[in-house]
């Protein structure tokens, strides 16, 4: 047991120092206001102002779009890709695992590229709002979903798709009846994954430019950078950590709940 905890400690103490300590002192500069002392002032002061209940709504609304446009997208291009034989689909799921290293704001960019007032098709104004964002996020997302999906697939027992198709079932009925079904745990687990990312997303609403879309992470960022209202910063920082761990912990009970 001695050993065990000695083994333990290490990595404890790392995660104590690079991740407790530096959350431990946002949540204390919250409670500190620019007068001196110790007082929930900050938090009465951020959740009165207009601009957190409106970031506060914009966050909650964007990540929901964005995590619903990213399930059905992604489960339509895992399905193609899993099951519709076409020339370089394994060329495609391995571009897959690449993509999930891209960086957000470069996605953006090449949106920005493509639409933008300079872009190669023409300006679309759209870009540069809530739903260019939108857009954004769902384009980055998306593979998010799709890794899990390409798994599950994979383990699938095809004899169950030819049976059904055997008997004539059509596709429809087969996704509907057997894919979607063991593809359930897949959407959930990149489902939960994208709503917390997209929660706190910052470089895509960053570089699309979007004017009077301000996020949670966006309002950290004017609060700490433009203003220099750091206790203001770290509760809206706070709030956004809480309601992030909220979701996984809830995503948690679900699935051990449908696991059982």
């Known amino acids: 047991m001695r050993r065990r905890l000695l083994w333990a400690l290490p990595p404890v103490a790392l995660l104590a120092l690079f991740f407790l300590y530096p ?32 970031a506060l709504w914009t966050t909650v609304w964007l990540a929901l779009a964005a ?13 193609v890709i899993a099951f ?16 999930l290293s891209f960086p957000s704001f470069l996605i953006t960019l090449a949106l920005l590229f493509i639409y933008g007032t ?3 098709i023409g300006s679309f104004p759209f870009l540069t709002t809530s739903w260019g964002v939108l857009l954004a996020e769902v384009t980055y997302f998306t593979p998010f979903v ?42 959930a687990a990149g489902g939960s994954l ?19 879309v301000t996020t949670l992470p966006m309002l ?22 809480l309601i992030s761990v909220g979701l996984y912990g809830l995503y948690r009970v679900v699935s051990r709940r449908a696991g059982a």
Do not use: H, W
């Open 84 to 99: 519709v034989p076409f020339p370089g689909a394994k060329t495609v799921a391995r571009f897959i695992d690449v993509y």
């Open 118 to 120: 300079t872009g190669i």
């Open 220 to 241: 950290v960022y004017s609060k700490a950078i433009l203003e220099s209202d750091y206790p203001g910063a770290c509760v809206v920082a706070v709030v956004n950590v």
């Open 194 to 212: 994208v709503l917390v990312l997209c929660l706190n997303e910052f470089g895509i609403v960053l570089f699309t430019g979007a004017k009077g």
């Open 23 to 54: 959350l431990a002192l946002v949540v204390q500069q919250s409670v500190r206001p620019d007068r001196g002392g110790t007082s929930l002032q900050p938090y009465a002061d951020v959740f009165a102002s207009e601009a957190f209940r409106n």
């Open 146 to 187: 799709m890794r899990p999906l390409l798994a599950a697939f994979s383990q699938l027992d095809t004899a169950q798709l030819e049976a059904a198709s055997s008997l004539g079932a059509r596709a429809p009925r087969i996704v509907r009846r057997i894919i979607l079904p063991e593809a359930l745990p897949a959407l």
């Open 67 to 79: 995590t619903a446009g990213c399930l059905v997208l992604g489960f339509l291009l895992a399905l």
